[in-house]
Nanobody, 121 residues
Framework: QVQLVESGGGLVQAGESLTLSCAAS????????MGWYRQAPGKQRELVAR???????NYADAVKGRFTISRDNAKSTVYLQMNSLKPEDTAAYYC???????????????WGQGTQVTVSS
């Protein structure tokens, strides 16, 4: 069994910063791509950023230049540094990872439970 546990959400004012963390745990052999998605009320879930196991990032246009994704492979953890936050960044943020598990041995996609980010104007 594999779990993704997020932390770091909260309420901030526009222009401020937050850092989200997501730690993977359980019966893990390897982790490929890790990423962050978000879903605002009444909207579809959308990609925010993702990063390969080798450290290559990819960002949604809406967050380029403001958000930075990184990962610590030794800790099976992915981070999202969010700067210059805007009210339109308000959403539930979900961690995502493609994991090679031990029992059974196969690749599966996992999601965290979500953490709320609220940006006031």
């Amino acid at each position: 069994q594999v779990q993704l546990v997020e932390s770091g959400g909260g309420l901030v004012q526009a222009g401020e910063s937050l850092t989200l963390s997501c730690a993977a745990s359980g019966s893990i052999i390897s982790i490929d791509v890790m990423g962050w998605y978000r879903q605002a009320p009444g909207k579809q879930r959308e990609l925010v950023a993702r990063i390969t196991s080798g450290g290559s990032p990819n960002y949604a246009d809406a967050v380029k230049g403001r958000f930075t994704i990184s990962r610590d492979n030794a800790k099976s953890t992915v981070y999202l540094q969010m700067n210059s936050l805007k009210p339109e960044d308000t959403a539930a943020y979900y961690c995502n990872a493609y994991v090679l598990g031990r029992v059974p041995v196969n690749w599966r996609e996992y999601w965290g439970q979500g953490t709320q980010v609220t940006v006031s104007s």
